[in-house]
């Protein structure tokens, strides 16, 4: 059974930090591409960022030097790193495991308050 398990959101002033983790199981870690996605109301779900298993990040244009994504293979656990944060960081963020399969979390609630 495949579980990904988010933490780490909250409520953060704007220009404050959080570090979200999502620890894995179920799977061969190691060999998925992991992400973070993003969903505000009333919006899609969006790419936040992404890390392959070597640990190549990539990153959507508006965290750009913001946001890190990190992994650690030896915990089976995905981190993303969020600072300056601003009102339109806020949303539901999930946590995503992609290679064989396509795998989702139940998500974390971050708030941004200005």
């Known amino acids: 059974q495949v579980k990904l398990v988010e933490s780490g959101g909250g409520l953060v002033q704007a220009g404050g930090s959080l570090r979200l983790s999502c620890a894995a199981s179920?799977?061969?870690?190691?060999?998925?591409?992991m992400g973070w996605y993003r969903q505000a109301p009333g919006k899609q779900r969006e790419l936040v960022a992404t890390?392959?298993?070597?640990?190549?990040?990539n990153y959507a244009d508006s965290v750009k030097g913001r946001f890190t994504i990190s992994r650690d293979n030896a915990k089976n656990t995905v981190y993303l790193q969020m600072n300056n944060l601003k009102s339109e960081d806020t949303g539901v963020y999930y946590c995503?495991?992609?290679?064989?399969?396509?795998?989702w979390g139940q998500g974390t609630q971050v708030t941004v308050s200005t």
């Open positions: 995503n495991a992609q290679w064989q399969g396509d795998y």
């Open positions: 179920g799977i061969a870690f190691s060999l998925y591409v």
């Open positions: 890390v392959t298993p070597g640990g190549r990040p």
